[in-house]
C-alpha cells in the first residue's frame, strides 16, 4: 500500500531536511511543473481528480482554473494581469478532533513548500502565504527552517530554477480563532481585519487578498499535489480502489485501544479505520461517530461500512470533512459530547450574522440546561428548530450550518437520551 | 404616489411577481430589498442602509424565491444579497419566510434588554418597527442576557451598549464611510462591542450621524437628552442648517419653546441622508442664554429694556430725518441672515446704501465665486453630482471644514473610479459594498488636493500638493492648459508643478465626470481663476465636467447678489458724512474686521440700530437693539453654495416682542413713511424681491406660498400623536389656547391636517404607518435614494448659459518673494469653533480646539519653537495674541492661523505678514 504523502516522515515527525527529501524524489514536481505552462499543470491536477481536503472536497483543478490569468481564466474568467495573485496555505487546522495538517507540517515541512509552489505556479501567483495555527509552534519551527532552506537552494525567491518566475513565500502565524480557518475569514484577518467572512461571489479567484485573485489551499491539499506532478494523473488515481481518488489521511480519536492518524486509501471503511485504531477501549460500545471532525453529521453504529470518500459519506447523510472522525461511545453521555461541541462553535462564532451568534449560544445554553437538569420538553423543540433555522443560506457562513450537523443527527439518533434529560430532570450519566 | 414602478408592462423593464403580483420596474442591477422598499412593499432589514448598501449580516431581510411558476418549495434568501433579475418569482408573505424572519428578531431580542420606556429611541425605533412587522410578541429564551459598560463618548452621544443588535451599521458608517477610526467592533461570538478602545470623545466630525444610523437606542443624542421629548411630541418643521453654504436640510424639534434637536431631513440633491457635527448639535444656540429677548435702548453706558413701539418709533423718525438730511441711512447685511431680512433692510436704506456686512475684499471673492458660476464654465455640482463623479480637483479649500457634508461626499466619490473598473472587472453589484471595498483595498481614484497645509481629505487622494496660495493657482492655470492648449499657461512654473499638472489633467481628462472644488476658504482669487479654468478646459474637452465653489456662510451667497458694496465702503460713506444711521441686520461686525475698525466704523455713525437674535459685539456697542428670530423661529429662503434657493420654516412661534429681522425693517420702513403698509407675510416679500431681481424668481418656487393648502388644510407641524394637547394648560385654563397664527408659511403649529401628501419642501417629518424611524424616509423617496416624491426640495438659480460665453482668466502674476521674517499667512477653519452660531453651543464649544498658529517644522526650527509651545504671536506689529503652535506638513514661508476661534485676531487673509513669534516659556524663562 502506496503512503506518498507520510512515508518519508520519521516516526518521531523530525522534519525531513531538505537533503532528505530531495533524495526521495523532492522538488521534481516542481522541475516539472515549471517545465509546463500554468495550464497544463491545472490539467493535469485537474486530470487526478484531487479534491480539497480542506472539508468542502472542492475539486483543486477547477478551484484554480478560476484564476483569472494574463490570457484571461481556463474558468471562464476575464483577464487579469495588473497586480499580485496570492497562493494561500490554510494551516489552521482548528476544527476539533483535527490534527492531520499538523502531522504533515512538521514531519515534511518541504513537501507542502513545493506543493505550495506547484500551485502557485499553476495560478501565477507571485506571493504565497501559510496562513498558520498560532498554537502550531513546532510547525512553524519545522516550516521556517524549511523555507529558508527552499530559499538558498533557488526553489522560492526570484528567478526560480532558472525561470523567469519570481515568489516570494511567507509565513504568517494567525491569532487564532476558528473563523480564521474558513478561507474568506482567513483572507480578512490576513489582510488585519475582524476575521468576518465574506460574501460568495466575488469568489477569492477573482477578489481574494487585497481585491486581487487569490487560491486559498488545504495543507493536505497541496502536499498531494508534487506525487500528482511527478507521478501522473493515473498513477495518482490508482491509489484508491474507489472513484474518489488518492490518499487521504484519515484520524480517530475518541475511547477507542489506539487512536490516532494513518495514510490510506481513499474509500477505506469507517470499521476498517476503528479495527487499526484496536476497538473500542475496555469494552465500550461505539454509538455513533462524526466522520469528519466537529461540523459533521453523526454516523450510526450501523454504518461502519460507508466507505469514507466524498461521495459516499454524503450519500450516507453526512460529510468527509476532514476525515479524521471522533467516537461516541455507550458510555459517555451524547448530550454532553454535543453540548461540548456547541460551546466551541457558539464560542468561535463571529457575532457577525444573527442566526449564528444568537442562535448557537441559546443553543448551546439550552444543552448546558438539559445537563444540569434543568430542561424543559419544549426545549428539544427549540434545538429542532435550529437545526433548521441554521441551514446553508440563512446564516452567511458555512459555521453555523456545521455546528448544527452534530446537534440534528443527535437528536435524530440519540433522541431517547435527551428526552430521558428532561423526564429524569438530570443527566443520566452523571 | 410612487413612480418608480409604473403599473404596465414596458419592454426593457424588468418584471418580477412579488406574491402574485406582477411588477415592472427600473431597477438594472439592483438589489431586492432596494426594489421591494422602492416599491412601497414592507420588508424588514437591519444591516442594510440606503447610503451604506448591503452586507448581509443580519438575515432580517430573507424571502422566498422560486425558481419558475411550477416551483412550490423555493428557498430562503436575503433580499439585500440578490440581484434582481427578469422574470425573478419571490414572496415576502410566504409562511416559511415570515417564520424566518419572525425568528430572526426573536434572536435579536435575545439579549436586548426591551427598556423601551426609558430608552431615547423609543416611539422612533427602527428595531421596535422590525419587531412589530416581524410579528415576535413572546420570548422563548429563559437564560441570562449579556451586559456590557457603557462609555462616554463625549458631548454629542450617548451609548447604551446593551441595546446593540450587532447590525454593524454603526462602524461601517464611522470608519468605511465617514472615516474615523476610533470606533471599532470588538469581540466575537454573542459578545461584540461597539465602541472605542477606552472612554473619550468620538473625534469624527459627523459621528451625529450614528444616533440616526444606529437602528437602535445604543447610539442617541446626548442634546435631547438633556431636554428630552419623545418624537411624536415634538414640533417639527422642514428647516436649513444655518452653519455653512452646504445648505443641508434639517429637521429641527422643539417642545415648550426650546430646540431640543435637529435630525436629517434627507434631499437627495444636498445632503443625502447625513449632517455634519456641527449642523447637528449647532442648534443649542437657540436656547442660549445671549438669545436677545427685548428691544433695548442705550440710556448712558448701558442697554435698557424698551418697548417696542417705542423702540422702532425712535428708529423710524431717525430714519425719516436722515432721508430729509439727503445723508440717508447706511444698511449693512449679513451672510447668514436671510435673503428676505437682506432684502427688506435694502428696501429700508435704499439699494444704494445697503451694504454686505463682510470686508470690500471678501465681497470681491464672493462676486468673483459669483461671476464665475453665473458664466459657467460648467454646470455647479450639487453634493449628488460630487458624489458621483470619477475624478476630483480640489483647489485650495479644506472642504472637510468649509463645507463638511460636500467633503462627506467627495470621501465617497474617491473610490468611484476605481470601484466601476473592479465592478466590471470582477463583476460585482454596486450594492454588494464588502465585496466593492474589498476589491478596491488599496486603490485611489484620481483624486487630488492641492492645498497649503494637510487636509482630512488628503488620505483619500492619490496626490496631495503643499503649496502657497499662489503656487495652487499656478498648479490649477498649468493644468487647465494641459487640458486645452487655448488656456493660458502660468509663467515660470516649476518643474514638479509643471509635472503635477500633467498627471492631473490627464487624469481628469481621462474622467468621464471629472469634477473641480475651490472656494473663499483661502480667499485667494487666483486660486478661484484657475478653478473655473480647469472647468472650462474640461467643458471645452467634451467632458461632463462640473464645478464647486465654497462659498463661507449660509447665506453669503444670496445676500451678495443684493449689496452695493462691503465694509470698507460702508464705513468710507460713514466718515465721509458723519452723524448717519446705520442699520445692521444679524451681523457682528467684529467678527469681519480687526476690533478697531469696526470700533471706529461704528464711532462715525451717528445712532447704531443693531438687530439680531443674539447678543454680540455689535449689538452691545449699538445705541438700539432689536430682537430678532433664529431660523428655529422664523421663515426665509437662503441660497447655498450651489446656487440653490431654499425655504426654511419656523419651528415654533417666536417669543413676542421678537420678530423676523425682515419685519422690524418692514416696521421701520411704515413708521419713516418710506411704505404705505408693512408686507403682509413672507411671500409679499419673496414678491417684491424677485420683481426687482429676477435672477431670484427661484426663491419663489423654492416652495409653496403661504396659501398652499393641503386637502383644504395647512400642514401641521404637530404629529397626530402628540401627547396632552388639551391638557398641557389646563392648569390654567380649561380651554384650550388657539394656535400660534403663522402669515409666513402654510405650515400650521397644530396637528390638524394631514402631511403625508405634501410637497417635499414642506415635508415637517418622516413618518409612514408602522414606519416610525428616519428609516420611514424610503416612503417618501421615488426610488430608494432617489428624489423625493415631487422633487427634491429647491430651486438652482445658475444654470451655464446655453451659448458658451466666457473667456479663461489669464493667470496672475507670482508673488513678490518673501521678505526676512515675512510669512504668507493664510485662515485655517474648522467645523468645530469657526463658525459664530454654533460655537455659543457648548457641545460645540467644548470641541474647539484652541486659537493656534500652525507653521512647517522648518519654520518652527528656525524660531525654536515645538509642537504645543505657546507662543506671543504678533501680526505687522498688532497687539500680541497667545496662540499654540502647531507643526503641519506646508510650504515654508506659510503660516495659518483660525479665523472665528477665541483668541485669533480678525485679520485680511491671506496676506504677507511680519509675524514675530515668542514662545512664552522661553519668555517667562528669560
Ligand atoms: C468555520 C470554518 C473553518 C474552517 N477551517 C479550516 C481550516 O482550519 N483549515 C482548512 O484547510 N480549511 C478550513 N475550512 C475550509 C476552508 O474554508 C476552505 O474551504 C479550504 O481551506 C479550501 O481548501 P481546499 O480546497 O484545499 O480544501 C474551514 C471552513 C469553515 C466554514
Ligand atoms: S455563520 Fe455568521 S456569525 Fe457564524 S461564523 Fe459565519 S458569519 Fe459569523
Ligand atoms: S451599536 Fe447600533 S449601529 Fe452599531 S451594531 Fe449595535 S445596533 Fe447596530
Ligand atoms: S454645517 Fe454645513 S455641512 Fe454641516 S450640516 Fe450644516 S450645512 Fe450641512
Ligand atoms: S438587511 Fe439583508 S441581511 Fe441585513
Redesign the pocket.
Known sequence: MLKPLTADIRPDRAALPLAAYESAGGYQGLRKAIAQTPFQVQQAVTASGLRGRGGAGFPTGMKWSFVPLSGGSAGGAGADSSGHRYLIVNADEKEPGTMKDRWLMEGNPHQLLEGALIAAWAVQADIAYIFLRREYTRCAESLTRAIAEAQKAGYVGERVLGSEWNIALRMHMSAGRYMCGEESGLLNALEGRRATPRNKPPFPQVSGLWGRPTVVNNVETLCNVPHILREGAEWYKALSPGSDPGTKIYGVSGKLNRPGLWELPMGTTARQLIDLAGGMRDGLRLRGLLPGGASTDFLSAEQLDVKLDFDSVARAGSRLGTGTMIVLDDHTCPVGMVLSLEKFFARESCGFCTPCREGLPWVARTLEALEQGKGESSDLDILQQHVGLLAPGRTFCALAPGAVEPLGSALRLFREDFEAHVHQKRCPWK | MKTFTPATARAGAIHLTIDGRRYDVDAEGKNLLHVCLSLGLNLPYFCWHPALHSVGACRQCAVKLFKDETDTKGRIIMSCMTPVTDGMRLSIEDPEARMFRGQVTEWLMVNHPHDCPICDEGGECHLQDMVVMTGHAYRRYRFTKRTHRNQDLGPFINHEMNRCIQCYRCIRFYRDYAGGTDLEAMGAHDDVYFGRQTDGTLENEFSGNLVEVCPTGVFTDKTLKMHYARKWDLQTAPSL?V??????NTIPGERYGALRRVRTRYNGEV?GYF??D???Y?YEFVNGGRRLRQPLVRTGDSLQPAAAADAVSRVGAAVSRATGSGASAIGIGSPRASLETNYALRSLVGPANFYLGVSDRHLAILRLMTRVLREGPAPIASVRHAARSDAVLVLGEDVWNT????ALNLRQASSNAPAAAAMKQKKLNAWDDAAVRGAIRHEKGPFFIASVEATRLDEVARECHRLSPSDIAALGFATAHEIDASAPAPAGLSEPIQAAAQRIAAALKAAEHPLVVSGAGLAAPEVIQAAANVARALKKAGRDARIGLVFPE?NSFGASLLAAGGLDDAGRVLAAHGGRVLLVAENDLFRQMAPESARSLLASAGHVVAVDHTTQATTEAAEIVLPSCTYAESSGSMVSSEGRAQRYFSVFPPLEPAQSAWRWFDEIAVRAGKKAAAWKGLDEVIRAMTQEFPELRGVRDAAPGADYRLNGSRVPRKSIRESGRTAVTANVSLHEPPPARDPDSPLAYTMEGASIGAPASLNARFWSPGWNSDQSVSKFQVEVSGQLIGGDPGVRLFEPPAQEAGMYFPPSPADQPARDGMLMLVPRYHVFGSEELSSLAPGIASRTSPSSISLSRAECEKRGLREGDRARVTVDGAEATEMAVLIREMPEGTASIAPGVPGTPVLPLPAWAGVTLASVAAEAER
Open positions: 442648517c452653519h455653512c453654504a452646504v445648505g443641508c445632503n449632517l455634519c456641527r449642523g447637528r449647532g463645507a463638511p457634508i460636500l449660509a
